[in-house]
């Protein structure tokens, strides 16, 4: 049912702040402000790539994001999913008795149906791409138990499990499943992680806030020009992993992007650890005899 991470929803005070730092960061455009009613919000949606950064701001003093902001400060709040047809989601969901509104085109699926992963689904768009990336292509759900998680999710959004890649890191303390929803043509996913080590960060993030989203990752053409970015507003940039072709992967950490971990991946690297790595070993090669 999933095709593709659509949108990512970061909680914020100020959108005018937040516009500038989206922009500034990756080169993102302004597409509209409007209200998300179902989440108390007044939403600036931005678009990434051919992705959307939705920069939400409580209307009231009260609702879902006043909540979040209250009790975390800004940060990632929620993630969008688009479907081929929402009528067809929306059937499905109710098969499955997940509750949900429906509101401005889209599915708002009740919070409780998901683990700490506030979920709205949109009608699959195809757009040109703007800025510094290529798209959104993974959210990461901190869980206790991924097992579980992954069946829930395969069974409430139609997910097809034999695509599911099998995680693990000793160096981030996690393991789990990335939920390939239309592999091999694309990496979007939901990664389903289970702290193994309480004292990495990670841990300690699920500790404070159990089952939660953590971070997401964009996929670009050129690492360097986002850390070069960083670098110039004044912080380090956190390049951890080149290859033959340069700069691979970089973190970029909530000081530096509305409260948010966000992590950054060149082009086909993700396949490094979803399932294909020689695809990934392909395009690096290939950069190099450019």
Do not use: C
């Not at 195809?126 to 992954?150: C, F, H, M, Q």
């Not at 089952?211 to 004044?234: K, N, P, Q, W």
């Not at 700069?247 to 060149?266: K, Y």
């Amino acid at each position: 049912m999933l095709k593709r991470v659509d949108r990512v929803q970061i909680a914020v005070e100020s959108l005018d702040a937040a516009e500038k730092a989206a922009a500034g960061l990756f080169g993102a455009e302004p597409v509209r402000r409007d209200e998300a009613e179902p989440i108390g919000a007044i939403r600036s949606t931005m678009q990434a790539g051919t992705s959307l950064i939705e920069l939400v701001q409580p209307k009231n003093g009260s609702g879902p994001v006043r909540e979040f902001l209250d009790r975390w400060g800004r940060g990632l709040f929620g993630v969008g999913f688009s479907v081929e047809d929402l009528d067809v989601a929306a059937r499905h969901l109710e098969s499955q008795h997940v509750p949900f509104r429906r509101a401005a085109g889209q599915l708002f699926v009740d919070p409780a149906a998901t683990l700490g992963m506030r979920v709205v689904l949109s009608p699959k768009h195809e757009r040109a791409p703007v800025g510094l990336i290529r798209w959104v292509y993974e959210v990461t759900n901190v869980v206790k138990d991924w097992r579980a998680a992954s069946d829930r999710y395969a069974r409430i959004f139609a997910l097809d499990q034999s695509k599911f890649v099998p995680i693990e890191s000793k160096d981030f303390g996690y393991q789990g499943t990335l939920t390939m929803f239309d592999s091999p043509a694309r990496l979007d996913r939901i990664e389903i992680a289970q702290p193994t080590r309480d004292e990495l960060a990670m841990g300690r993030f699920h500790r404070k806030r159990g089952d939660s989203l953590y971070m997401f990752f964009v996929e670009t053409e050129d690492v360097g020009a986002i850390a070069a970015r960083i670098e110039a507003a004044g912080s380090k940039a956190n390049v951890w992993r080149r290859d033959e072709a340069g700069a691979a992967e970089m973190f970029i950490h909530p000081n530096q992007f509305l409260g948010v971990l966000v992590g950054v991946s060149r082009t086909e690297v993700a396949w490094l650890w979803s399932g294909d790595p020689d695809r990934a070993r392909r395009a690096a090669m290939a950069r190099v005899s450019r």
